[in-house]
Each structure stands twice: as structure tokens, then as C-alpha cells.
């Protein structure tokens, strides 16, 4: 509770500071007398909620990105897989993916614009780029990271191809992937955004980049607001579907520091852990637990 408590507090003081210097029209190197004040974002705020178009840019906006980034899911998490563990498909798709990753996806808007019929698909097609390379780099890492000795005793056991997999690559390569999808999603709602921006019709991106166009700041704000807002749920969304899926994984949690023992109590345990037996009703691994938590 304390964690959450600061955690508000902060964005409290955040939105204070910026109602501060916004309503008290500070201009020192920065120009906050043109930023609309918290106030003002806030009723506008309220007046998109209540209209219609807000929820339409916003489905917009979620279709896209949900299309787009579980397309660039599957491809890049195959595209990962076959590329580190067969050589052939490294030598054929490794130089032409080298090459295209450096490439920024809204560079892609032209490319888009000429190849697909509708820009609705050349949004789907841009969002999909953008997560695509941050899921296949994780995948491909992931992959050639596995111990050799997993594999090795799952084909010992009369397994083929398809059941070290199933069973090794996939289940011990999940983090890494799950890392990438964290890290995709968020380059996606980037794109995304710009995308609709240049050549969108509807979404968030595009009525934000409207508001700037008619001098609508607080509407600015209120898209940029939107924006964060989603790429926190998704994202989040993406990392609690990866510890459900890889709950087998030993979880590090915050544990505030033990006040040190004396010199004399530890010296004590160790004389008294010297001249203790263990018995047999206690395991060898309950034992050396004891030790590493005393």
C-alpha cells in the first residue's frame, strides 16, 4: 500500500507542477504560457468523452494496433524460431532482414501508400513492421540462448524434431519472447500513430494531428493523454499474459533489507550449526535452505 501511495503521490505532484507553471504563465528558458493548463485538458477531456467521435478514433485506433501487433506476433516468433535453429533459412532470410530492420516503419508510409489499395491496410501493414524485428530479434536470442543439454535429453528419450520444440525451443524460449512482444507493442502504438497522422482516416493519431492543425492544444493534449493511457493497458496486458504463461519461472520480488545480526549471535549460529547433527527426517534440501536463509 505504501508502494501505491507514492506511486500517486508522484503523478499528483506532476500534475501539480504542470498546473503550476502553466497557470502562472512561466517563461523562463522554457515557454509554459502556451501549454494549456491541467484544467483545461481536463474539460476537454470531458467534452471527447461525451461525443461520439472519441470512441471511434478510439476503436480505430485498437483495431489497428491489435491486428497489426498479433500478425507481427506470430511471423516474427516463427520467423525467430526457424531462423535460429536452421542454417539455410539464416543464410536466405538473415541478409534481407539485416538489412530492412535498420529502416524505420514510418519510412514505410510511402511504401504503403503505393503498394496496399486502402490505408487501412497500410496502417495494419506499418504497425505489423514495427513490432515485427523487436519479436524476432527476442525469438532468435532466446533460441540460441537454450542449454544444449535440454535438447540432448529429450532426443536421448526418442524424441524428433517436432517434440524438442514443442517441448524445449518454445516453453524455454517463452521470456524472451514475451520481452520482445513487451517491447513491440509499444514501437507499434508509436507508428501507429504517426501513421494515421499522415495518411489515417480516424483513430487517435489522426484527430490529435487535426487539433494541432486548428490550434486546439488542449485536444492535443487530450490525444497524447489517450495514447500513454493505452500503451500502459496494452502493454501491461502483454506482461501479465507473459508471467501467466511463464509461471514455472523462479519470480524475483522486492524484499527490503534484514538488519545485520550481531557478531556474537552470528558466531553462535555457527558453533551451534557446526555441532549439530541432522537427522534424517530432514531433507538434504530443506537443509541447505535453512543455511542459505540463516
Not at 118 to 131: D, L, M, P, W
Not at 254 to 264: H, L, T
Amino acid at each position: 500500500m505504501i508502494r501505491y501511495a507514492l506511486r500517486v503521490v508522484s503523478l499528483a505532484a506532476a500534475l501539480g507542477l504542470w498546473q503550476l507553471l502553466t497557470s502562472r504563465d512561466v517563461d523562463l528558458w522554457l515557454r509554459f504560457s502556451q501549454f494549456p493548463t491541467v484544467t483545461d485538458v481536463a474539460h476537454a477531456f470531458a467534452e471527447r468523452l461525451a461525443g461520439p467521435d472519441y470512441w471511434t478514433d478510439l476503436t480505430d485506433s485498437l483495431t489497428r494496433i491489435l491486428t497489426g501487433f498479433l500478425l507481427a506476433a506470430v511471423l516474427g516468433v516463427a520467423t525467430g524460431v526457424l531462423v535460429a535453429r536452421s542454417r539455410l533459412a539464416e543464410d536466405l532470410l538473415g541478409p534481407v532482414l539485416e538489412v530492412v530492420r535498420p529502416v524505420p516503419a514510418i519510412a514505410l508510409v510511402p511504401v504503403a501508400i503505393l503498394l496496399f489499395p486502402s490505408n487501412e491496410q497500410g496502417i495494419v501493414f506499418i504497425t505489423c513492421t514495427a513490432a515485427f524485428f523487436p519479436v524476432l530479434v527476442s525469438t532468435r536470442h532466446a533460441v540460441r540462448a537454450l542449454a544444449p543439454t535440454w535438447e540432448e535429453a529429450v532426443r536421448t528419450m526418442g524424441g524428433g524434431r517436432w517434440r524438442v520444440l514443442a517441448s524445449v525451443v518454445l516453453p524455454g524460449a517463452l521470456p524472451g519472447v514475451f520481452g520482445g512482444l513487451s517491447v513491440g507493442i509499444g514501437v507499434s502504438w508509436i507508428c501507429v500513430i504517426s501513421a494515421e497522422m499522415i495518411s489515417g482516416q480516424y483513430g487517435v493519431g489522426y484527430r490529435t494531428w487535426q487539433d494541432y492543425t486548428v490550434v486546439d492544444y488542449p485536444g492535443v493534449f487530450v490525444g497524447m493523454v489517450t495514447i500513454g493511457v493505452l500503451g500502459w493497458l496494452t502493454s501491461t496486458a502483454v506482461e501479465l499474459l507473459g508471467r501467466r504463461l511463464t509461471h514455472w519461472l523462479p519470480r524475483t520480488a522486492y524484499v527490503p533489507a534484514a538488519r545485520p545480526r550481531s557478531v556474537r549471535r552470528a558466531g553462535a549460529a555457527a558453533s551451534s550449526a557446526d555441532t549439530a547433527v541432522p537427522t534424517s527426517a530432514e531433507p538434504e534440501e530443506a537443509r541447505d535452505e535453512h543455511l542459505v536463509r540463516d
